[in-house]
């Protein structure tokens, strides 16, 4: 492709001329010898398909053209060579004074026209040179021209331009395709108000008369637009004035951008920003953040009401020191510096702070640094508070409530240790009442050792000293003193107090103790003793001497019931508890829970049993079914206080085979 | 007057007492005395030995006083042999209150010259 160039080069113009007339063709090499500094002929061809070929490749500037060759004619020539796509100026060398033609091929882009025999040699420089130039501007304007059809072609924001009624006289592609139409031309004459809601037209069009008022253009304006078809699109919008030659506004320009999507992106962020923003400043507990300074950069409502200030705009870019007092400020600062020197959150940090009120407040707090991720500095905390107030004075509560109930316990044990003293003297009382009702066995003990010491007394006294057997009496009545201080002495051992001495104990040592010692009992009648203790019992925390007397009390008891002989069985076994009635009876219920181990003593006679009627009261104090003297002394009251202090049970039934049963319980 | 020394049974199991009782009783020169420590074997020595008294403890292992009792004033051979209990165990309030078994009796430890008058009037012919 050659480039059109302009006479100001001082190159020579290169002419390729296409003549098949040689005389023609000698004629015009002769005019243009005259001017070779200016134009050199380049070449010369006789037919179209070789004018082709030349304008190609040899380098031509300007194209003397002959209407009349061996493969074309007339118009269609020029058309013809004009169709191969270059832009060299073509001056049309004719035989026929054709104005009509003439100003045809003119207006198809000839730069002129030359009626053979018409012109001469300056006429022909002068047209060339005419040619070339005006060529030249036109290429320039035609370059002019494509460069704005194709900014307004290929450009996908809207461009417009519309006359001083804001009617389209011109827009781009981009346009059309917005308004749905087909081609450019269906906008033409056309408004706005063809083609948008009225809410929107009417803005555009006032705007438009504004420019045309003032001149001023309005720059980068959002605007909302809503189509016929109710399709909502947001539009970046450039209006300005349209200026003719004089520089008078004869119209309006725009182009606008859409900027749906982005704008869509903007309110999905400002939603998401909101929302965020809606959360911190709904949360109760007060959110602040603050600079390395300690400024407040933003915050929630709970922080700023917390602060007692009327808005948050007191309290955006003060400091703590504006609200708290010096030393309260001070914790605070610290606190901040070294979590944003740090770069570590202070997690759960109670504080203790007066309020705007002046009450005490408990605060728990949260400081954590924000990190800038361009520079992972930390250049901002952001703090979160909780008032835990409430908490702490229910807190303080609980623990006086606490001290309260310790103390109230510590009542309860003293009243249970007094409690435990007043049954251990009950025993103690309930052994000097067997005591009193042992009297007559006693007497009986004590009264023969007197009567053998009176008798001896009198006796020696009658005979005078010196008599025979004196030494024998002596022996008899020092013997009798030493049973009656034996008798004596054990009665005190009985009747000595004693208290509750817990150890571990093993339950069949117990039991085999009592039965050694209420043995005696079982001689003269036919008794007979089964006992059945299962081995491996596990031991028990008990007290060795009050439960040996429960259980000599209980077998005694037994032995008693069967005056004329019979079969007393002891039995002892472990067992768990499996639930409430289920294997146990009702007081034991009481006494135990489910899964709990215990140890179960049974004390079986073959008596006559107990007459129903007195089986309630067997525990009673001061019941007894026997004569005075009879038994150990101590009363079925006072053996079930001692199974009580053990935490056991005990309970007498009759058997239904015959006899009584006494069954004791001790949890393991 | 000189009269027929009276016999005298002592039952009770406390030996010690029986023997210095009986040393005692014989040591008057007034009464036979016999001892026996079984309340079982009573009647049988009763028969035997024909007392014109018993001195009679009550609480004993086999056989108790009152079953002694019972027996010497059922037998035909004994109905006229006088009974005087003597026990250990009676209170004194009980021994204000009277006899036991309509039998007179004496609370131990008894010095002799109480035991020889409750024996004196208790033999004394009505």
């Not at chain 1, 606008?256 to 949360?283: C, P, Y």
């Not at chain 1, 019941?623 to 049970?649: A, E």
């Amino acid at each position: 492709m050659v480039a059109p160039s302009s006479l100001s080069t001082t190159q020579p113009v290169k002419i390729l001329l296409v003549e098949d007339n040689p005389g023609d063709a000698r004629l015009i090499s002769e005019l243009l010898a005259a001017h070779t500094d200016q134009f050199q002929l380049q070449g010369q061809v006789d037919r179209l398909i070789d004018a082709e070929h030349a304008v190609e490749h040899d380098g031509v500037d300007l194209v003397l053209l002959d209407l009349s060759l061996p493969d074309s004619k007339g118009f269609e020539t020029f058309e013809w060579l004009l169709s191969r796509g270059h832009t060299l100026p073509i001056l049309v060398l004719s035989g026929m004074d054709d104005e009509s033609l003439a100003l045809r091929m003119v207006h198809a882009g000839a730069q002129d026209y030359l009626v053979k025999g018409k012109f001469d040699g300056p006429l022909l420089i002068r047209a060339m040179r005419y040619a070339i130039e005006r060529n030249s501007a036109e290429q320039e304007l035609a370059k002019e021209k494509n460069l704005v059809r194709a900014l307004l072609e290929t450009m996908p924001d809207c461009i417009y331009f519309k006359d001083c009624e804001s009617r389209f006289v011109r827009v781009n592609p981009a346009m059309v395709k917005l308004f749905n139409l087909e081609r450019p031309e269906d906008a033409i004459g056309k408004t706005d108000f063809d083609f948008f809601l009225p809410e929107h037209a009417g803005q555009a069009f006032a705007d438009e008369q504004e420019i045309l008022r003032t001149g001023t253009p309005i720059l980068g304006k959002v605007e909302k637009e809503t189509l016929p078809d109710g399709r909502i699109s947001w539009a970046l919008t450039t209006k300005l004035p349209l200026l003719d030659h004089d520089g008078r506004i004869i119209g309006t320009m725009g182009m606008s951008r859409d900027i749906t999507r982005m704008k869509q992106i903007e309110d999905e962020l400002a939603a998401e920003r909101n929302m965020l923003r809606s959360v911190i400043e709904n949360i109760p507990d007060p959110i602040f953040v603050k600079d390395a300074d300690g400024r407040y950069l933003l915050d929630n409502a709970a922080h700023w009401r917390s602060l007692g200030v009327p808005t948050r705009e007191d309290v955006i870019g003060h400091k703590s020191s504006d609200f708290f007092p010096p030393e309260e400020a001070a914790a605070f600062k610290y606190d901040d510096d070294r979590v944003i020197a740090s770069g570590q959150p202070m997690e759960n940090h109670e504080e203790c702070v007066l309020d705007a009120n002046g009450r005490r407040r408990w605060l728990l707090t949260t400081k954590a640094p924000i990190f800038y991720p361009q520079t992972g500095q930390v250049e901002r905390l952001v703090c979160i508070r909780r008032d835990i107030t409430q908490m702490k004075e229910a807190e303080e509560k609980l623990r006086a409530a606490n001290a309260e109930l310790s103390l109230a316990l510590s009542n309860l044990k003293e009243a249970s240790e007094q409690l435990r003293s007043i049954q251990l003297q009950l025993i103690e009382a309930e052994k000097m009442k067997s005591i009193g009702r042992l009297a007559a066995g006693v007497a009986h003990e004590v009264k023969n050792p007197l009567a053998i010491i009176t008798m001896g007394v009198d006796y020696l006294e009658s005979v005078g000293p010196g008599a025979e057997n004196t030494t024998e009496i002596l022996t008899e009545m020092r013997g009798a003193v030493h049973r009656a201080d034996n008798v004596i002495r054990g009665l005190l051992d009985f009747s000595a107090p004693r208290q509750l001495e817990v150890s571990e104990e093993s339950l069949t040592d117990i039991l085999l103790h009592a039965l050694m010692l209420v043995r005696g009992e079982m001689s003269g009648q036919d008794y007979k003793l089964v006992t059945d203790i299962a081995p491996a019992l596990p031991p028990l925390r008990l007290d060795r001497m009050k439960v040996e007397q429960v259980f000599v009390n209980l077998m005694t008891n037994a032995i008693h019931a069967m005056e004329h002989g019979g079969t007393l069985t002891v039995r002892a076994f472990a067992q768990q508890i499996t639930g409430v009635g289920a294997n146990v009876s009702g007081s034991a219920s009481e006494a135990f829970h489910a899964g709990d181990q215990v140890v179960v003593a049974e004390i079986d006679d073959t008596g006559s049993g107990i007459p129903e009627a007195k089986l309630s009261k067997i525990f009673d104090p001061f019941f007894t079914t026997k004569p005075t003297g009879k038994g150990t002394g101590l009363g079925l009251t006072v053996t079930r206080t001692i199974i009580d202090l053990h935490g056991g049970t005990i309970e007498i039934n009759n058997r239904p085979e015959g006899g009584a049963r006494a069954t004791v319980m001790f949890k393991v | 007057m000189e009269t027929q020394p009276k016999r005298i049974l002592i039952v009770d199991d406390e030996a010690g007492f029986t023997r210095l009782l009986k040393l005692t009783l014989e040591g008057t020169k007034r009464y036979i005395v016999k001892e026996e420590n079984d309340g079982s074997q009573a009647i049988m020595v009763a028969r035997q030995f024909r007392p014109d008294l018993v001195l009679l403890d009550i609480v004993m292992p086999k056989m108790d006083g009152g079953d002694v009792a019972r027996q010497i004033s059922g037998d035909p051979l004994l109905k006229s042999v006088k009974i005087i209990f003597l026990t250990a165990i009676v209170s004194q309030k009980e021994a204000h209150a009277g006899g036991i078994g309509g039998f007179p009796f004496m609370a131990k430890p008894v010095s002799l010259a109480a035991l020889t008058e409750m024996i004196e009037a208790t033999l004394k012919p009505e």
